[in-house]
């Protein structure tokens, strides 16, 4: 029974693995790619298998994903209107002919180009697998930090740092390359040098509102199916988009997706006393920067160099600065947070003087955090590379050097992190405008 039942499994897994699942649902959603004509078996006189199964990792993509289409007018990193009618014969008016709009952060590749026959769908998964990029977590956490509920906001940070680290880290030890293309088509790029189980951005986009509802229901006055269902959509909606972008297999975003439940209940019923010990215990600023630092070094030695160590560093360094900034504002009497006595929390008349207070606060405090950001990368990587003796002439080049990476992301999220929670906080107080 208990062979069968492992044997039925392993089947299960290696079915929804399969790329071709991935490029029917892409079809499906009015994607066609521009590959080539299939070469033809030289044995049997029959068009190669449009399945060849997963590839190994490269540095860089194969001629099919570099290759030129024949189209002299398409744009790079965008997109157009089609001159010609779909590959399923699809009226021109309706195609829209595209490239991905950023290219691979490791190789620089841009792209293949590719049809799009609904254009609806494109601008709804392009939304939802932003929100599983870094610009969305540098404008949601400050947010919801600013203007709804600052507690809420860094014991997020928590999760979503520790949820990076176990997925990225993850993904260097399985080592699955991404879907084969052809058959897929990659919608995204950016990412495609990365190996993909399990998704991350599944991961992100469960974790996220999941905890912001577990977290805020009960905390806040609204319906319990009106929280739950927000965060399922949201989930669902980065879960299907990584689908969509060719980026993961139906298997990677299912694991992503369970995965990330499984961190969640693990950290659930302990985020109060980590919250606590971040605020109150006196070696919370050493433990918290051995810990992250540690766990950094451990990502960084599992493979070779590729964007993901970056980021599982960067999730880890804004949990550094965040982690600091709440101890620095509890033992300064700087904590926003609402006394018990008023729990639960009930939303406030939305008036035009709110809206221009929130949208003020948002829009000095993300300023500050590009600004700080900017400032320290352009400082942190040139001293970096004289202190190692590295070039650093190319930017791309020093970085996939640990010795680089690694410290460069620390410093420059933590302190991004350190002035979400703390700097910003005390010049809106300054500018009178908290």
């Not at 791309?396 to 350190?418: K, N």
């Amino acid at each position: 029974m208990a062979i069968d039942f492992v044997k039925t499994f392993v089947h299960m897994c290696n079915y929804l693995q399969d790329p071709c699942h991935v490029a029917r649902f892409q079809q499906f959603c009015g994607v066609k790619g521009t590959f080539p004509v299939k070469p033809t078996n030289p044995d049997s006189g029959q068009p190669q298998s449009d399945c060849p199964g997963l590839r190994k990792r490269v540095q860089q993509e194969v001629s099919v994903e570099n290759g030129a289409t024949g189209d002299s007018t398409a744009q790079l990193n965008g997109m157009q209107g089609d001159s010609t009618a779909g590959l399923d014969g699809t009226p021109a008016a309706e195609t829209i002919r595209a490239k991905p709009l950023r290219k691979n952060s490791l190789t620089g590749d841009v792209g293949q180009e590719f049809l799009i026959h609904n254009k609806f769908l494109f601008y709804l998964f392009t939304f939802g697998t932003e929100l599983g990029n870094e610009m969305f977590f540098i404008i949601f956490f400050p947010f919801l930090f600013w203007n709804i509920d600052a507690l809420v906001s860094r014991r997020l940070i928590v999760v979503w740092a520790w949820n990076l680290f176990v997925g990225q880290s993850t993904k260097d030890l399985v080592r699955w390359s991404r879907p084969a293309s052809p058959p897929v088509v990659k919608v995204e790029v950016f990412y495609n040098s990365e190996y993909s189980m399990p998704s991350t951005h599944a991961m992100t986009g469960t974790a996220i509102p999941f905890c912001v509802f577990m977290l805020t229901y009960g905390r806040w006055q609204y319906p319990f199916l009106f929280g739950f269902f927000l965060a399922l959509s949201w989930s669902v909606l980065v879960c299907v988009s990584r689908v969509y972008m060719g980026m993961h297999s139906i298997l990677e975003v299912i694991t992503g997706f369970l995965y990330s439940l499984l961190i969640l209940a693990f950290f659930w019923p302990i985020l109060d006393k980590i919250d606590n010990f971040y605020m109150m215990d006196d070696y919370a600023p050493l433990v918290v920067i051995v810990s992250h630092v540690s766990l950094g070094l451990v990502a960084f030695s599992l493979d070779s160099w590729s964007t993901s160590r970056g980021d599982t560093a960067q999730a880890l360094g804004t949990g550094v600065g965040a982690a600091l900034a709440t101890h620095v504002n509890y033992q300064l009497g700087l904590l926003p947070d609402p006394p018990l006595s008023s729990l639960p929390l009930t939303l406030p008349p939305i008036t035009t003087s709110l809206v221009v207070l929130s949208l003020l606060r948002f829009v000095i405090g993300v300023a500050v955090l590009l600004v700080t950001r900017m400032v320290m990368k352009a400082v942190t990587i040139p001293f970096l590379c004289r202190v190692f003796g590295l070039p650093s002439d190319d930017v791309r080049q020093a970085r996939q050097h640990m010795r680089v990476e690694l410290p460069y992301r620390y410093i420059v999220y933590s302190v991004v992190g350190f002035s979400c929670v703390c700097v910003v906080p005390l010049l809106f107080r300054i500018l009178n405008v908290a």
